[in-house]
């Protein structure tokens, strides 16, 4: 079955970095219409789309497209290792309001949007979470 394990989080002072890593199972991440979600959630708030990235095909070979929110762009980057079938988040100068629970999605259903692929309820597979937290 699906299973989706983050790691690498932790305790960071603001403008560090931090790379968190998700690593799947029970499916392939370069099939068609995999789309894998990066969400971050804090007490009493609702999971708050960070990015998502999904695969593309072409005579290159398998590359993959990328989706951030715009309270991230520039400062994280998502990237897949097919080989590993993982996905990773790299954070770079976060902030305090970096602080949350991370998790990883996955769902089979194809995204066309940024809203949706940004979106919770689009994703039917979740990890655990881990826990990010940056002090100022």
Same mark, same amino acid.
């Given at each position: 079955?699906?299973?989706?394990?983050?790691?690498?989080?932790?305790?960071?002072?603001?403008?560090?970095?931090?790379?968190?890593?998700?690593?799947?199972?029970?499916?392939?991440?370069?099939?068609?219409?995999?789309?894998?979600?990066?969400?971050?959630?804090?007490?009493?708030? !609702?999971?708050?789309?960070?990015?998502?990235?999904?695969?593309?095909? #072409?005579? &290159? +070979? =398998?590359?993959?497209?990328?989706?951030?929110?715009?309270?991230?762009?520039?400062?994280?980057?998502?990237?897949?290792?097919?080989?590993?079938?993982?996905?990773?988040?790299?954070?770079?100068?976060?902030?305090? !309001?970096?602080?949350?629970?991370?998790?990883?999605?996955?769902?089979? #259903?194809? &995204? +066309? =949007?940024?809203?949706?692929?940004?979106?919770?309820?689009?994703?039917?597979?979740?990890?655990?979470?881990?826990?990010?937290?940056?002090?100022?």
């Amino acid at each position: 079955q699906v299973q989706l394990v983050e790691s690498g989080g932790g305790s960071v002072q603001a403008g560090g970095s931090l790379r968190l890593s998700c690593a799947a199972s029970g499916f392939r991440l370069r099939d068609e219409n995999m789309y894998m979600g990066w969400f971050r959630q804090t007490p009493g708030q !609702e999971r708050e789309g960070v990015g998502a990235v999904w695969p593309h095909t #072409s005579h &290159l +070979g =398998t590359l993959y497209y990328v989706d951030y929110a715009d309270s991230v762009r520039d400062r994280f980057t998502i990237s897949i290792d097919y080989i590993n079938n993982s996905i990773y988040l790299q954070m770079n100068s976060v902030q305090p !309001e970096d602080t949350a629970m991370y998790y990883c999605a996955a769902t089979s #259903s194809p &995204l +066309g =949007t940024t809203i949706t692929r940004l979106m919770s309820r689009s994703y039917n597979s979740w990890g655990q979470g881990t826990q990010v937290t940056v002090s100022s």
